[in-house]
């Protein structure tokens, strides 16, 4: 890995990703952080969002920007709008939704870094029209992400 030096993104800049219908701007990944976290921006569309599902490898932590989210983390949901931070930690099933009529936008952290990988695999595997729901639940396998 890569010594990282100073990196500065702006407004639109990034890796972008679609994935379930979210698109994913990746600002910092594993290469920039010497592993230690991804940082990205998600907009979710009206009524989108992430079906129940368990990160075995990392933690994860939202902060909501804009719109209204249903969060769930084990057997709690809470209602989270912007100014809200929601910390999911790994092994606990988690899941969430976009409660509103408009897109919500939210700052997505996962540590230790390599979640972003899945991202992009991800993004793939559902650029081609409706995806192989098989696939994905291989590729989140792979990366210690299992879907319930």
Not at 14 to 19: C, N, S
Not at 39 to 53: K, N, R, S, V, W
Not at 87 to 109: A, K, M, S
Request: contains cysteine.
């Amino acid at each position: 890995m890569s010594t990282p030096g100073l990196r500065v993104l702006h407004a639109d800049e990034g890796r972008r990703f679609e994935v379930f219908g979210s698109t994913i701007l990746v600002k910092a990944t594993a290469e920039d952080t010497r592993g230690a976290f991804c940082l990205a921006l998600e907009t979710t569309p009206p009524h989108g969002g992430l079906p129940l599902h368990v990160h075995h490898r990392e933690d994860e932590a939202m902060y909501i920007l804009e719109g209204e989210f249903e969060i769930q983390s084990g057997d709690q949901v809470l209602a989270a709008g912007a100014g809200t931070f929601v910390f999911l930690p790994r092994d606990v099933p988690n899941r969430y939704r976009n409660v509103g009529d408009t897109p919500g936008r939210f700052l997505q952290i996962t540590s230790p870094a390599g979640f972003e990988e899945l991202v992009r695999r991800t993004s793939l595997v559902m650029s081609g029209g409706p995806p192989d729901m098989n696939e994905v639940m291989r590729l989140g396998q792979e990366h210690g992400v299992e879907f319930i």
